[in-house]
């Protein structure tokens, strides 16, 4: 049967890879932080976000990257892809949104719909369920959301002041956004040249409720690797997950 849905969705996507990591020194001290393994995989954190990608039907991406490109751009034409993927270099910082726009500029299908990804995201749900949510709500930009869990643990009480029960690393009772999006062709023109489109951008489409938020379905796996104990705690939760 053919799926109705299917020529609306994206082919091609971004990594923005050009962050500088310093929150996961001494693994970035010598690779940008899509570069950092993942302990136990094999595979640095792109390996995995290329492979997810592929497998929701990209075959396009396009990497901004930054520091340490080189290192970067040295395992892409080395490894076995499962994407055509483009690499592009900021010769300075351009800001998360900057770089967006500079990526996308570099996109095989400028009048097509494109995913974008953080490239310290570890993360495996339904591109294609969100493609279709972002259609459905005619938004020009849908962000994923999570509830990520709280690192410390969490105490109840009841109405009287006593602790009733104590819970481990209880998830976000508020949604963030996770890092992973769908862009509709229009959104790149509304991108700053420089500068963080989270602070322009984004507010300026949700004022025209034209940005959705896509919930992460529960039991999905996503965690954003920012610091050495999340790649420790990722190890762990993949373990147990069986992967």
């Given at each position: 049967m053919t799926?109705?849905n299917a020529a609306?969705?994206?082919v091609q996507?971004v990594?923005?890879?050009?962050?500088q990591?310093?929150?996961?020194?001494?693994?970035?001290?010598?690779r940008p932080?899509?570069m950092v393994e993942?302990?136990g995989?094999?595979?640095?954190i792109?390996?995995h976000?290329?492979?997810?990608l592929a497998e929701e039907g990209v075959?396009?991406?396009?990497?901004s990257?930054?520091h340490?490109?080189?290192v970067?751009?040295e395992?892409?034409?080395?490894?076995?892809?499962p994407?055509?993927?483009?690499?592009v270099?900021?010769?300075?910082p351009?800001?998360?949104g900057?770089g967006?726009?500079?990526?996308?500029?570099r996109l095989p299908?400028p009048?097509?719909?494109w995913y974008?990804?953080?490239?310290?995201?570890?993360?495996?749900?339904s591109?294609?369920d969100?493609?279709?949510?972002?259609?459905?709500r005619?938004?020009?930009a849908t962000?994923?959301l999570?509830?990520?869990r709280i690192?410390w643990?969490a105490v109840?009480?009841?109405g009287f002041?006593?602790i009733t029960?104590f819970i481990?690393?209880?998830?976000t009772t508020y949604e963030?956004?996770?890092?992973?999006?769908?862009f509709?062709?229009e959104?790149?023109?509304?991108?700053?040249?420089?500068?963080?489109h989270?602070?322009?951008?984004?507010p300026h489409?949700?004022?025209?409720?034209?940005?959705?938020g896509f919930?992460?379905?529960?039991?999905?796996y996503?965690?954003?690797?920012d610091t050495a104990?999340?790649?420790?705690?990722?190890?762990k939760?993949?373990?147990?997950l069986?992967?």
């Amino acid at each position: 049967m053919t799926d109705p849905n299917a020529a609306s969705r994206p082919v091609q996507a971004v990594i923005l890879a050009g962050g500088q990591g310093s929150r996961l020194r001494p693994y970035t001290d010598d690779r940008p932080k899509p570069m950092v393994e993942i302990p136990g995989t094999g595979t640095p954190i792109i390996g995995h976000q290329l492979t997810w990608l592929a497998e929701e039907g990209v075959t396009d991406v396009v990497v901004s990257c930054g520091h340490l490109a080189e290192v970067l751009q040295e395992w892409l034409d080395s490894a076995d892809l499962p994407v055509r993927v483009t690499t592009v270099v900021e010769k300075e910082p351009l800001g998360r949104g900057g770089g967006l726009k500079h990526a996308a500029a570099r996109l095989p299908h400028p009048n097509r719909s494109w995913y974008a990804t953080n490239g310290d995201i570890w993360t495996r749900f339904s591109l294609r369920d969100m493609a279709d949510f972002h259609t459905e709500r005619d938004a020009i930009a849908t962000l994923a959301l999570a509830r990520p869990r709280i690192p410390w643990g969490a105490v109840q009480t009841d109405g009287f002041g006593h602790i009733t029960d104590f819970i481990e690393a209880p998830p976000t009772t508020y949604e963030v956004n996770a890092g992973v999006y769908v862009f509709s062709p229009e959104f790149a023109a509304l991108l700053p040249e420089r500068g963080d489109h989270e602070r322009t951008t984004f507010p300026h489409l949700a004022r025209e409720h034209r940005l959705a938020g896509f919930p992460i379905p529960q039991g999905a796996y996503w965690r954003a690797i920012d610091t050495a104990k999340d790649l420790t705690e990722a190890a762990k939760e993949l373990a147990a997950l069986g992967r």
